[in-house]
Structure formats: C-alpha cells, structure tokens
C-alpha cells in the first residue's frame, strides 16, 4: 500500500513549498492548484471563483460532513461552498487512488480518513517569521501590520472550514503524525525531517501489515 503525505499549514509558514520541495525529493505528484482545477472541471464553477471562495463561512458550525457526503454528489448540495468542498474532495480521493503523493490543504486529512494509508503533517512557525516571509513573498504584504491581519485572517478562514466540515480542531497535534516548526528546523531541513519520516511510516506500516 502507498502512503499519501497530507500537510496543512498555518498562513507564511512555508508549508505549500515544504509540499513540493519534498514531493519533488520523493519523486511523487504534489498537489494544490490541480485540486481547484479538477473540481472546477466536476462542478462547472470557475477556477478563480473557487479559488476565492472555497474556505469563507460567517462563524462556525459544529457539523462534521461524512466522508460518504460527496460520492460523485457534489450536485446534491445547495450551500454553494458544500458544493466547492465535495468538488474539491473527489478530486483528493481520485489523486490520492493513483498513488503516492502530496497533497495540500483542503481537509485532505479528514477526506482520506479511514480509506488510504496517510501520514497526516502540520506546519506551523511562530508569528515573526511568518510576517517576515508574507512580506518577502507576498507583494500585497508591505508592511508588518498589514502582514499580520493576513494572517489572522488566513487562519481564522483556515481554522473555521476545518472545524465546520470536520468538526476538529485545525491545528491541534492529536490530529496529525507530525506537527514541524519551519522556523526551528528551516525549509530544508523540514524537507529531510519529512522525507526520512515518510520512509520510516511506509516501511512500519508495510511490517504491520505483513505481520496481521
């Protein structure tokens, strides 16, 4: 059985290039915006729309939506982001159904529960380093006050979807194989941590399984 790698991530803790860099070392697909892409394929809604409204809810509702939910019934829901979520979650399992990968985002986690073999990641960093790197990277980000309701904002959108469709907490470690400070280690050395833990996970679940 192959292992999917899922990161979330708090906003500007570098884990989308965390993502690519050690799908890139790993010789696997990495996955983000081919998610939006194939969910607009299924849906029929623009990749753009999606894009910008795919984690936005006003408060948070404790309701966890069954994995069963989408099952090629995206059309069956008549809240328009229910819709973008259920796209967006058979694109993740059909990705996931080819093999090994990582995928990024999207309560990839949650959606794969119970049905591939996941090593489920979290990326976080302190609030310095992430206002530092939005303002490198980002070019709407010019300033550290601006930098910082980016992210607040980023992670209330990130922290509200999660609990919503979920009904766990984002971020809170139980959830997750690894949660990685990029701050501590570095992006590099966050690459290496994960690639030599993916290993390790592959090799003890295939022992477990050939020892049943």
């Given at each position: 059985?192959?292992?999917?790698?899922t990161?979330?991530?708090?906003?500007?803790s570098?884990g989308?290039?965390i993502?690519?860099?050690?799908?890139r070392?790993l010789?696997?697909?990495?996955?983000d915006?081919?998610?939006?892409?194939?969910?607009?394929?299924?849906?029929g809604?623009?990749?753009?729309f999606?894009?910008?409204?795919?984690?936005k809810r006003?408060?948070?509702?404790?309701?966890?939506?069954?994995?069963?939910?989408?099952?090629?019934a995206w059309s069956?829901?008549?809240?328009?982001?229910?819709r973008?979520?259920?796209?967006?979650a058979?694109?993740?399992?059909k990705?996931?159904?080819?093999g090994?990968?990582?995928?990024?985002?999207?309560?990839?986690?949650?959606v794969?529960?119970?049905?591939?073999?996941?090593l489920?990641?979290?990326?976080?960093s302190?609030?310095?380093?992430?206002i530092?790197?939005?303002i490198?990277?980002?070019g709407d980000?010019k300033?550290?006050?601006k930098?910082q309701?980016?992210i607040?904002d980023?992670?209330?959108?990130?922290?509200?979807?999660?609990?919503y469709?979920?009904?766990a907490?984002?971020?809170g470690?139980?959830?997750y194989h690894l949660?990685?400070?990029?701050a501590?280690?570095?992006?590099?050395?966050?690459?290496?941590?994960?690639?030599?833990?993916?290993a390790?996970f592959d090799?003890?679940q295939?022992?477990?399984?050939?020892g049943k």
């Amino acid at each position: 059985m192959n292992t999917v790698i899922t990161i979330s991530r708090q906003f500007g803790s570098g884990g989308r290039l965390i993502g690519k860099m050690l799908a890139r070392k790993l010789g696997i697909p990495f996955y983000d915006k081919e998610i939006i892409e194939q969910a607009s394929e299924k849906s029929g809604l623009a990749q753009e729309f999606i894009k910008e409204n795919e984690q936005k809810r006003k408060g948070i509702s404790s309701y966890a939506i069954p994995t069963s939910a989408w099952g090629g019934a995206w059309s069956n829901f008549d809240n328009l982001e229910a819709r973008i979520y259920a796209s967006e979650a058979e694109a993740i399992e059909k990705f996931a159904k080819q093999g090994p990968c990582v995928i990024v985002g999207r309560c990839a986690d949650y959606v794969l529960k119970g049905k591939y073999r996941c090593l489920n990641v979290f990326i976080h960093s302190d609030t310095e380093s992430r206002i530092k790197r939005i303002i490198e990277v980002y070019g709407d980000a010019k300033d550290k006050k601006k930098a910082q309701k980016i992210i607040k904002d980023a992670d209330k959108s990130r922290a509200r979807h999660y609990k919503y469709y979920t009904d766990a907490e984002w971020g809170g470690a139980s959830n997750y194989h690894l949660c990685v400070n990029s701050a501590a280690f570095g992006v590099d050395r966050c690459v290496e941590l994960l690639a030599e833990s993916y290993a390790k996970f592959d090799a003890e679940q295939d022992g477990s399984q050939n020892g049943k």
